[in-house]
Every structure is written in C-alpha cells, then in structure tokens.
C-alpha cells in the first residue's frame, strides 16, 4: 500500500508541476511534458545516490582526520532505485512517445 500511494503521489506531482509550468509559461501541456519528466527524473537520480563527486567535494575537509586506509576514495556511486524514480522515467518514456505521435509530420 505504501509504494501504491508513493507512485500515485509522484505522478500526481509529476502532473502538478507540468500544467502549473504550462500554464505559467503559457505552453501547450504536451510540449513540457517531456522536459519536466527529464528534469524531474534527473533531480530523483542525483538524490537517490550515495557518493561520486559531490560527496567527495563535502568530505574533503575531514580528509586529513582519517586513516591512512579509510583515505582511498573507491569511486563508486551507490543507486537506490525507488518508485518516485521509477514513475517519473515512465513519465518521461510516455511523454516522448506521445510528443513524438504528436509531432511526428515535422521529422
């Protein structure tokens, strides 16, 4: 139940953001849909991670306070794939297959 409200709850956002966009910029809701699935699931996929470069960037300072083996940096990032992440790349895949129907006398 709890990851049925979570999805229901992200595409109702998703939904949210996207008219308020459309109707503040004065767009059709069609043409943003695409943009704000992109940049929504790209915002989730930064948040869901752990480490990579900013995470490294935020524990520079304390470097010099650890040991000589916990200093190596592993490099690796670590993804936690959730269903807000998972809603908005169905979002995104959705809204391209529609802008391309959409749109597609112009290719």
């Known amino acids: 139940m709890k ?3 979570s999805a229901f709850l992200s595409i109702f ?4 953001l996207n008219f308020s966009l459309s109707k503040f910029l004065q767009l059709p809701f069609l043409e943003l849909s695409f943009m704000t699935g992109l940049i ?3 915002i989730i996929g930064f948040f869901s991670s752990e480490g990579g470069f900013t995470t490294e960037l935020s524990n520079v300072r304390f470097k010099h306070l650890l040991h ?3 200093r190596t940096n592993t490099h690796f990032i670590d993804f936690h794939i959730n269903i807000p992440f998972i809603v908005s790349l169905l979002y995104t895949l959705i809204s391209a297959i529609f802008s391309l129907i959409a749109y597609w006398k112009y290719f």
């Open 3 to 5: 990851k049925f409200i």
């Open 13 to 16: 956002i998703l939904l949210v």
């Open 40 to 42: 929504s699931t790209i």
């Open 68 to 70: 000589k083996d916990s």
